[in-house]
């Protein structure tokens, strides 16, 4: 079963904006991390949460952890063509930190 | 390039026949994982190994599947009797012992079974 669960499904925006994707979970976590998958292609680890934490930056990325409302954002700032992908949330299960679970992703199409 | 590197990365078979998949994980990341995608969700964990151990698998991982890792570095993951419904991505990561939470992932080996 899936623990994240990403929305919207796909977001379509013109380059030069920003894309802001969400992520919910339902059990307690260690940590919330973020990935891209470029069409056909495997996954880019981009960015890790600790759930003491409440922000994050990574270059043009932001992420955001709530954990009392169990729910995470991520933020890509000024969009580029090249950031076309799909975007997955990932948590390790509580009980096991080895069994990662992703969510079903939200599709962004950057618009040139 | 130092990366995961999986083979083959794309795999035709017949229903019935059986597919052998390698991934050679980040040298010295002693820890592996097997992920199998489908298409328009997101990957779904299989098995992990911590060096050579098996030491977790999902129940989605049926009798017809086997991975091993024999030597701590390289893993299999077999795929006996294949269905139309193994038709997926199978994706592997690794991890090392400080990083052990941030995976790595190869860029997958995409079966489709006939």
């Known amino acids: 079963s899936q623990q994240g669960e990403e929305d919207p499904q796909a977001l379509s925006i013109q380059e030069g904006e920003n894309a802001t994707m969400n992520c919910s979970y339902k059990?307690?976590?260690?940590?919330l991390q973020w990935y891209r998958q470029n069409s056909g292609r495997g996954l880019v680890h981009l960015i890790l949460?600790?759930?003491?934490?409440r922000e994050k930056h990574s270059g043009r990325l932001r992420v955001t952890l709530d954990t009392s409302k169990k729910s995470s954002s991520l933020l890509i700032t000024a969009s580029r063509a090249a950031d076309t992908a799909s975007y997955f949330c990932?948590?390790?299960?509580?009980?096991?930190?080895?069994?990662?679970?992703f969510g079903a992703g939200t599709r962004l199409t950057v618009k040139p | 390039d130092t990366g995961v590197s999986q083979d083959p990365r794309h795999k035709i078979t017949k229903r019935g026949q059986n597919v052998t998949f390698r991934c050679d994980p980040i040298?010295?990341?002693?820890?592996l994982y097997w992920y199998r995608q489908t298409l328009g969700q997101g990957p779904e964990f299989l098995t992990y190994f911590q060096n050579e151990a098996q030491l977790e698998k999902s129940r989605l991982l049926s009798d017809r599947f086997s991975a091993e890792r024999p030597k701590g570095s390289f893993s299999t993951l077999e795929i006996q009797r294949t269905e139309q419904g193994d038709s997926a991505m199978y994706l592997c990561?690794?991890?090392?012992?400080?990083?052990?939470?941030?995976?790595?992932f190869g860029p997958g080996t995409r079966l489709t079974v006939l």
């Open positions: 040298s010295e990341h002693n820890r």
């Open positions: 059990t307690s976590i260690n940590n």
């Open positions: 990561a690794s991890s090392s012992r400080t990083g052990w939470d941030t995976q790595y």
């Open positions: 949460i600790r759930s003491n934490e």
């Open positions: 990932a948590t390790p299960l509580p009980y096991n930190n080895n069994d990662m679970r």
